[in-house]
């Protein structure tokens, strides 16, 4: 009977803890190239050089497993992008509203984002410089603005992704900025009354 009870016990825990781990929705992301093109071999003094230019974006599918979850959400998606430099930057970044169906996906595409790649080749210095599209962020959020889903991908972007916009430089209000330009010229022409 004890073991008959802690049998009960444990799959129940274990019926819990599936339930808790069930997304609310699941969410996934294809990347996709949606135009190309590519420059004809220019001759350089060392060699060719050819530039590729491509237009790339996401493909999202999200899918509400949940009545916890709203039929109506808002998603907001992040692209980064690794540079030809190597520094990793946001690309772009959106947002849309849509109706999430119980239990059907729906595919929401982001914007396209425009990469390079250079080909070298020569008797030295050959390679290629490229920056590439190296993942995205997405939430899914309520209609009070708390996150209900999201997914990275790959998971260590959310370490690098802000989902605050960045702030706009603060300048000054308008009526300063005329007074100080105001004193500024003032000052110069007490200057150039001094010079004569």
Same mark, same amino acid.
């Given at each position: 009977?004890?073991?008959? *009870? !802690?049998?009960? !016990?444990?799959?129940?825990? #274990?019926? #819990? ?10 969410? @996934?992301?294809?990347?996709?190239? !949606?135009?190309?093109?590519? @420059?004809?071999?220019?001759?350089? %003094?060392? +060699? ?6 491509? =237009?790339?974006? /996401? ?6 497993? @949940?009545?916890? #979850? %709203? ?6 998606? &992040? =692209? ?5 430099? +190597? ?7 959106? $947002? @849309?509203? *849509?109706?999430? %169906? *119980? +239990? ?9 984002? $425009? !990469? ?18 190296? +993942?995205?962020? *997405?939430?899914? =959020? ?5 996150? &209900? #889903?999201?997914? /990275? ?6 370490? &690098? ?7 706009? %430089? ?20 007490? =200057?150039?009354? $001094?010079?004569?």
């Amino acid at each position: 009977m004890k073991h008959l *009870l !802690l049998l009960a !016990l444990a799959l129940a825990t #274990a019926t #819990a803890a599936s339930a808790a781990t069930l997304d609310k929705v699941r969410i @996934s992301g294809t990347k996709k190239t !949606l135009d190309r093109r590519e @420059s004809s071999a220019q001759a350089r %003094p060392r +060699g060719q050089t050819t530039l590729t230019q491509k =237009l790339v974006g /996401y493909s999202f599918s999200l899918q509400r497993m @949940s009545t916890d #979850a %709203p039929e109506k959400a808002t998603v907001a998606w &992040i =692209l980064i992008k690794e540079q030809k430099d +190597g520094r990793t930057v946001e690309a772009t970044r959106g $947002e @849309s509203v *849509l109706d999430l %169906p *119980l +239990g059907r996906a729906v595919t929401l595409d982001s914007a396209p984002v $425009e !990469l390079e790649e250079r080909d070298w080749t020569g008797r030295r210095n050959a390679g290629t410089v490229s920056s590439q599209l190296t +993942g995205y962020g *997405l939430r899914v =959020l309520n209609s009070q603005g708390e996150v &209900i #889903a999201e997914r /990275y991908e790959p998971a260590d972007l959310q370490r &690098i992704i802000t989902w605050e916009k960045p702030e706009e %430089p603060v300048h000054k209000n308008i009526a300063e900025l005329e007074e100080q330009i105001r004193k500024e010229r003032q000052r110069q022409r007490a =200057l150039e009354q $001094e010079l004569k």
